[in-house]
């Protein structure tokens, strides 16, 4: 902006040694508490935190979007278990902001939206500041904490308490609101430094009480048809040996949640994703691990499912009974709870009865059997299933890669169809069924795991986020893009009609995104073959470089709503 830059200090003309100012102090608190990494926008009154930022060794990430850099900070929590940190301007640098802080509540991520804001005495009498908003009040209610700061010396505190509330229990997004005032408000540097706070077991392990361990075996090993569902929570964890041990010393199978699967590999001889509508119902006891019975789970009733018992581990001590009766819930983090259990798991473990083994075994046979077929099948135009058999096979070779997934049909297709092999791989459009996080996700992916990144994205979702690859290209990250492009929402065969105007579930026909990534200096490919797609992708990860694919999809191919069709009002009267 080029009007009334407030008086701050810069990076040139330092405060003096005695004194520290605020942009200072934010600074070395996150550094103290390890907080490397800023997804933001610039602008008043925080340009010049991230320019400082950065000369102090941070790593900075401009986005072009402050909901793509929130997006991006809500993953890297899921990804690194401490808060992904985001930096807006005020009012609607905040707002575009806000819509991650939520995402990233509801999915359980930690993340620190920290928004500058207008001054206090202005914004409370509302006369008229410039980008005015109680940003406070307006971000409390999707965020699991929110807190103000408006005294240099409390900055430490703030912090400290931001960390705290994000990262502890069950995670979530925390709003800081930094008034403009507080970055050029200067203090004795040494008070100011022994103000800060290295925030000391933030995350606090929570050991699971012991009759509730014994009541959760009890009812493990009385089970005939038992079954374990791993969810995000259990991902998030970073429990990978013990759950995985739990898995297989139990032989139960195992359903994982989209952003579970990898956990173990998908490959699995007790993976039953291939028999998934037949476990729900069949199964008599369900152990959750870090899974909610939200609408992902049909919420544990009705047809899906078969009237079972569950057992719950879960952090939050609120999610037992939330939809169903849990009969054995397990309170405390899933690395404490599942290593309590295979305390209690010995040698003579019953292993589940051989019939329960066997029907899901031979559920799965036959339904492996039948998408093996449908991929083999090689029509024009390309089609998803054709598409993504190439993304299997490449994710099968590339198997740290970490992959991202937007869209309906994009989405659910590549679910099923393509294995995952390793943990926190899988990022997906969460527990809202959100559009819009796929390249802030593929930012955030690149560096903090400096692994190849595959985003298979719908040309509706990518969208969303769009004008994101130039940030991709501007800090050449290793970003292999597919665009599934069908020429719409759904399917690019709806029309208006009054032959007026285009529906509005559909796009400019034959669109060529590939051009855009070209635009910035990055590999664009048009892709009309899966052989070609296959070559395309190919490249992309031997080169490393910033890769967009228009992969052309049979616009007639899609479902209405992917696999939720059944929560569209006007489909289901159908
Ligand atoms: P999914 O969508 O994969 O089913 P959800 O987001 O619905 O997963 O559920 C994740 C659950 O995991 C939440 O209820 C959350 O409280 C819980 N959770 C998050 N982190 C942990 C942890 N470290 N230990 C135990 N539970 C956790
Ligand atoms: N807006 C936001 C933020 N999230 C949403 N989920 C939607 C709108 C509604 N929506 C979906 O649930 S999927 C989708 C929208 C707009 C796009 C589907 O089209 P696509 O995928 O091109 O991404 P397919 O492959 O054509 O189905
Ligand atoms: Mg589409």
Not at 147 to 153: G, T
Not at 351 to 357: F, I, R, Y
Not at 528 to 550: D, F, H, V, W, Y
């Amino acid at each position: 902006m080029g009007t009334v830059e407030p008086q701050v200090s810069t990076a040139q003309d330092a405060p003096q040694a005695q004194s520290i100012d605020g942009f200072q102090l934010v600074i070395d608190a996150l550094k103290l508490n390890g907080l490397d990494t800023i997804y933001g926008l610039p602008g008043i009154p925080i340009t010049d935190l991230t320019r400082r930022a950065q000369a102090e060794g941070m790593r900075v990430l401009a986005f072009r979007h402050e909901q793509s850099a929130g997006y991006a900070a809500s993953i890297a929590g899921f990804l690194t278990k401490t808060p992904g940190i985001c930096l807006t301007v005020s009012a609607p640098g905040f707002l575009n902001g806000l819509n991650a802080l939520a995402h990233a509540t509801v999915n359980c991520f930690p993340m620190i939206l920290i928004s500058g804001s207008s001054e206090r005495e202005i914004v409370d009498l509302q006369q008229g500041d410039y980008e005015e908003m109680d940003q406070l009040a307006i971000a409390r209610p999707v965020a699991k904490a929110a807190f103000r700061v408006l005294h240099a010396e409390d900055i430490g505190v703030g912090i400290a308490r931001a960390i705290r509330a994000a990262v502890s229990g069950r995670p979530g997004g925390v709003y800081l609101d930094l008034p403009a005032k507080l970055f050029a408000q200067t203090i004795d540097a040494a008070a100011g430094r022994q103000s800060l706070i290295k925030v000391v077991d933030p995350a606090p392990k929570q050991i699971p009480a012991t009759d509730a361990v014994k009541r959760a075996l009890d009812l493990l090993k009385g089970a005939k048809k038992p079954l374990i569902i791993l969810g995000k929570g259990a991902a998030y964890a970073q429990a990978d040996a013990d759950v995985r041990t739990l898995v297989e010393k139990t032989g139960i199978p195992y359903l994982p949640m989209s952003m579970a699967k990898g956990l173990l590999p998908d490959t699995h001889e007790q993976c039953a994703s291939a028999a998934r509508s037949f476990v729900l119902p069949a199964a008599d006891v369900v152990m959750l691990i870090g899974a909610r019975l939200n609408w992902l789970l049909s919420h544990g009733k009705g047809k899906t499912w078969g009237g079972q018992k569950f057992i719950q581990i879960d952090i939050s001590p609120q999610e037992a009974d939330s939809n169903v009766r849990v009969d054995a819930p397990l309170v405390g983090d899933v690395g404490s709870c599942v290593s309590a259990l295979l305390a209690g798991i010995n040698a003579g473990w019953p292993k589940p009865p051989a019939e329960w083994l066997a029907a899901v075994a031979e559920k799965k046979k036959g339904n492996v059997a039948k998408m093996t077929e449908t991929l083999a099948k090689n029509p024009t135009p390309m089609n998803f299933h054709s598409a993504l058999n190439v993304v299997r096979d490449i994710v099968r070779d590339n198997p740290d890669a970490m992959f991202v997934n937007e869209g309906a049909n994009a989405l659910d297709f590549t679910r099923s169809i393509v294995d995952m092999y390793q943990p926190r791989k899988r990022i997906d459009v969460g527990t809202w069924g959100i559009m819009g996080v796929g390249m802030g996700y593929c930012v955030a992916a690149a560096v903090t795991t400096k692994q190849q990144v595959i985003a298979i994205e719908g040309d509706s979702a990518f969208g969303f986020s769009g004008m994101e690859v130039e940030t991709i290209c501007r800090y050449d990250l290793p970003v292999c893009i597919v665009v599934m492009n069908n020429n719409g929402v759904y399917k690019g065969t709806d029309v208006d009609p009054t032959g007026r105007d285009p529906a509005p579930t559909v796009f400019v026909k034959g669109a060529r995104y590939d051009k855009l990534m070209e635009a910035f200096g990055g590999v664009g490919v048009n892709a009309t073959t899966p052989a070609e797609l296959r070559k395309g992708m190919q490249e992309a990860i031997r080169s490393r470089k910033p890769t967009l694919i228009n992969a052309v999809i049979d616009e007639t191919a899609g479902t209405e709503s992917g696999r939720i069709t059944s929560l569209n009002p006007s489909a289901k009267k159908k």
